[in-house]
């Protein structure tokens, strides 16, 4: 039983252009949620998170939406960059302090 | 951000023996510990919970004799992998949770592939 979800495996976008991640999740007990960036044989590095007190949160350039009642989140990512490209994971968890449970990934690739 | 360490990072072995992979917390005390396995192209699938001084607690599925989990320190967690076989190679993450911000800092992975 996948409780988060990433339908798109995949996503090319131009460099300079918008780059928008999606993630669902099931479990209505989540209320952190976190995107991780990933190279292949490496181990993930956490790139924001949001709490479900909060429907946006941005940094930099990146900016996580959450729609709570859609159980939806969503990573986007502008301008896009080249060293952009890589695994992104959305993960989710009950309570800031506890395990994580991570989607799928979604492949990124912005070319030139 | 803090910084965690796996050790080895990549390992090859024979099948029936047992491999001990080692996660660091370098620069924070993690008081508990996660371990988790990712399969090619798959999601990463969390195996177990450490905590220092106590038992792992062992996901649905997961074999805890198999899949020796020890947290000696604040610092340290290992994973042994006993009686390894081909079905046992994966990519093997650790993260500790805790630093300044109480997140999940990730390890590099360790790549073990038993023939």
């Known amino acids: 039983d996948q409780q988060v979800k990433q339908n798109s495996p995949s996503l090319s976008v131009q460099e300079g252009r918008i780059s928008i991640l999606n993630c669902d999740y099931t479990?209505?007990?989540?209320?952190?949620f976190l995107w991780y960036k990933k190279y292949p044989a490496e181990g993930p590095t956490f790139l924001i998170s949001?709490?479900?007190?909060?429907d946006k949160n941005e940094d930099g350039r990146f900016t996580v939406f959450l729609n709570k009642s859609a159980k939806h989140l969503s990573l986007h990512i502008v301008p896009s960059q080249p060293g952009d490209s890589a695994v992104y994971f959305c993960a989710a968890s009950a309570g800031t302090a506890s395990k994580l449970t991570f989607g799928t990934g979604t492949r990124l690739q912005v070319t030139l | 951000g803090a910084v965690v360490s796996q050790h080895p990072s990549r390992v090859i072995c024979k099948s029936g023996t047992s491999v001990k992979i080692e996660c660091r917390s370098l620069d924070f005390q993690a008081t508990t510990m996660f371990w988790y396995r990712q399969f090619p192209k798959k999601s990463l699938m969390l195996m177990a919970t450490s905590n220092e001084g106590s038992k792992a607690t062992y996901e649905q599925g997961v074999e805890k004799d198999k899949f020796l989990i020890n947290h000696a320190s604040l610092t340290l967690s290992t994973l042994t992998v006993t009686s390894a076989h081909p079905e046992d190679s994966s990519f093997y993450i650790c993260s500790g949770f805790g630093g300044r911000k109480n997140e999940q800092f990730f390890g590099p992975g360790t790549r073990l592939t038993v023939l």
């Open positions: 949001i709490s479900s007190i909060k």
């Open positions: 479990n209505s007990m989540f209320d952190y």
